[in-house]
């Protein structure tokens, strides 16, 4: 019998062939104008899981875009592991970035260009092809898997929650495995110990009922965007801290020991800087670059407009303007609760001579830790760690997996993030691209993974 | 012989349909790809100026949009008037906002509505008009009369200064009268004593290179929005007086006499709340609205973007943010050291942590005023007295008018500024009208301030 890593390099290609056809399917979640494509990549993905040997596979509806579950339960005695992903992808502007049209996958010096390549179809097709080879090969899996991918995580996964909670009995399991993460360096394994939750608020901003002549109304009536500036200003002190009343009140304070084992991750502040073309390093005082990205708390304004854009100058007073506004929330602070406080903010603060209306989003996600002595992480850690050659770093991520926390608070099931994503590889910008080395190296580990925790896992 | 008033009454159709194709040019002068169009516009005039027989009609360059001359110099011993307009129009954008296609001129419950209508192709067509109609039926004109109209007055009339200054003989006169302004009501007439100037600044504001994902990087790299609205927020004190040091400097303050006239043109707060749909005004505190408007000058911001803008969610941690600023200036500011002064303030509060340039836009405009008492300024309010039945208010106009002050300045000559735009006909905004009433009004009205020039005027 062919042994299963053999089949992965035997049909190597062909999976790189697939990868890039799964890619060319742009699946933005946050367009209304993609959902078709959305329900295109779920029912590409049901076709796929089937091929590849998995069973009772279905797209199931979530109120907003679908889910797709497979199953694989024969492994008698043995712990179930579910297995997560998400087929959803960012949007692609500003487009004129791109050297490549974000959904027309090329291959070039090894890496897969694409939007989504990396966020998260690349390491979310790596345990269905581990899956298969395992099936075609073994004829079974070394324990019980559920595959559960979504196809709403770039818009904060708002229909998640409640298809968990409906669907408790379907997908109980011992552990999660999530494919949305990444590792280190090329040549450096990390394990995630904890992942920020996120919450947000869109401001809208209305002065008069239409855009007015600057000189004939100008001094006279309040121009939204001033009002828009004052409200966003006054949400950081000049220090870089978040000044929202209560804001920081449920934030879990950094321990000596966290702190130690964050200090050993090695940080080269030209090289950070230089990937990302910043001069300088910029946050809340008293804390390290690490901190402040892990286990911090941080609010942004992802995007502001109003008034004219266009070339040259437009001399209009705005009727309108707009900001979105979002948080990135560590243990242990309540995204309900952070937005409610946002909300509060922008009312406390906006001046009375114009109308200011904050909409919480309804994308939220609760910030998520896993204990660092957990299990599956000391399997996970000796798997990479083979793998690597070298011992994983324990580490946190800045990103937000809100199905991280789901799956504990309703599910029961701490999650380990097992994914092969690099941190230079441009998720959520211009020329994403995930290395075709990652997704190699990421069949290998996962099939030894779930040998491992067929194992050694109860 | 047919009295010039009856040929404008015979004429009328044949002059409100020649207006209407002269309204289907989008003459947008900020807009490169229009650029065609204004050059089509000025083709348009010149055809049609000879065809009203003006003589040595022709267009002519200025580093920019082109401006079109034409004369009519037989009055000898009269004295000689420049009449000024544009034909270039503002951008139409929020399309969506229009009822009707911006250049698609049609006419409803007797207005014209189109972009330019009012502001300022209709206004600068009368004059064309009434010439047409003396020499087709008296044979000449009162006055000697100078047609100069510009392409390029909505980006501030870049290169009109200079086009000025190198033909200062050809456009040498006793007095120019601008067809570019308005009236106080349907059924009040105004003449205007001051126009405000106008300095501006675009400013950028970089991190990084690239969008980056604010899961990843929000914390710890600065965010140029912030940045942005912290520089923005600190150009205007809480109160709303502008806070950039020297503002205020050259400011000519308010005589007592001076707020007394401007306190009896009636102000109807209710109404000018209710025409912009604004819950209230809102501006420099110890100022009236009218002397806010008027005679105080003024910081907005025209525009602001950066990040996402589309719908929903996208936690990007932006790349860049921008401002369009523009100041409307009062005598004795001076637009150049305005923009300096903004400059300088944006260097001295940018923080550190980004890359933050600010570029003094080309346009600019000097604030004009004419002296209450001159001469021209008495006939014309006599020829408006008695064609509306009442005394025209002395006011003064908060919007920018560059050329009034550049005649001072190059030619030696006052401005009158004779126009029946009213303020309620959305210059700059969606759906912009002129009035079929006033068009018709401003023709007899022209007809008559001529031959009283030409009669009363040394």
Chains 1, 2 share one sequence.
Not at 4 to 22: A, P, V
Not at 329 to 348: F, R
Request: aromatic share 8%; glycine share 8%; proline share 7%.
């Amino acid at each position: 019998m062919l042994p299963w890593e053999t089949y992965l390099d035997h049909q190597k290609d062909r999976f790189i062939s697939e990868l890039l056809d799964f890619l060319r399917i742009p699946s933005i979640s946050s367009l209304p104008d993609h959902q078709s494509d959305v329900e295109r990549a779920a029912e590409w993905l049901k076709v796929r899981m089937k091929a590849a040997g998995m069973e009772s596979v279905r797209i199931m509806p979530t109120g907003g875009h679908p889910v797709v579950y497979g199953e694989w339960l024969h492994a008698s005695g043995r712990p179930t592991v579910l297995i997560y992903g998400h087929f959803d992808t960012q949007p692609v502007d500003p487009l004129d970035l791109w050297n490549t049209p974000p959904f027309e996958p090329i291959i070039k010096d090894g890496r897969m260009c694409a939007r989504g390549a990396s966020d998260d179809k690349g390491n979310l097709f790596i345990p269905i092809i581990v899956a298969e080879a395992m099936l075609k090969t073994d004829g079974s899996l070394p324990v019980n898997v559920k595959f559960l991918f979504e196809g709403q995580e770039e818009i904060g996964s708002p229909q998640l929650a409640d298809f968990i909670l409906a669907n408790k009995d379907l997908l109980a399991c011992d552990l999660v495995l999530s494919a949305d993460g990444g590792q280190w360096e090329e040549d450096q394994p990390a394990l995630i110990l904890g992942t920020r939750g996120l919450a947000s608020v869109f401001i809208e901003v209305e002065g008069p009922d239409h855009d007015l002549h600057s000189g004939t109304y100008g001094g006279t009536i309040a121009n939204p965007i001033h009002a828009l500036v004052q409200i966003l200003d006054s949400m950081h002190d000049p220090e870089g801290q978040v000044a929202v009343d209560g804001f920081y009140d449920d934030v879990r304070s950094l321990t000596d020991e966290e702190r130690a084992e964050i200090a050993r991750v090695p940080y080269d502040e030209a090289q950070y800087l230089n990937e990302i073309g910043a001069c300088c390093v910029y946050g809340e005082p008293g804390f390290t670059t690490h901190e402040r990205a892990w286990a911090r708390p941080t609010l942004e304004v992802n995007g502001i407009y109003g008034g004219y854009q266009g070339e040259g100058l437009k001399t209009v007073l705005p009727s309108k303007a707009h900001a979105k506004v979002s948080c990135r929330l560590v243990a242990d602070q309540d995204p309900s609760k952070i937005a409610d406080l946002l909300v509060a903010h922008v009312n406390k603060v906006s001046p009375p001579w114009v109308r200011v209306t904050s909409t919480r989003a309804e994308s939220g996600a609760i910030p998520y830790l896993i204990p660092a002595e957990h299990r599956a992480m000391h399997i996970a850690a000796s798997v990479l760690g083979e793998l690597y050659g070298k011992e994983p770093y324990k580490i946190r991520a800045g990103g937000t997996i809100p199905v991280n926390a789901l799956f504990l608070k309703y599910l029961g099931a701490y999650t380990v993030v097992f994914a092969f994503g690099l941190k230079d590889e441009r998720q959520h910008s211009p020329n994403e691209f995930f290395r075709l080395s990652s997704y190699e190296r990421g069949q290998k580990a996962y099939g030894v993974l779930l040998k491992r925790l067929g194992e050694e896992f109860k």
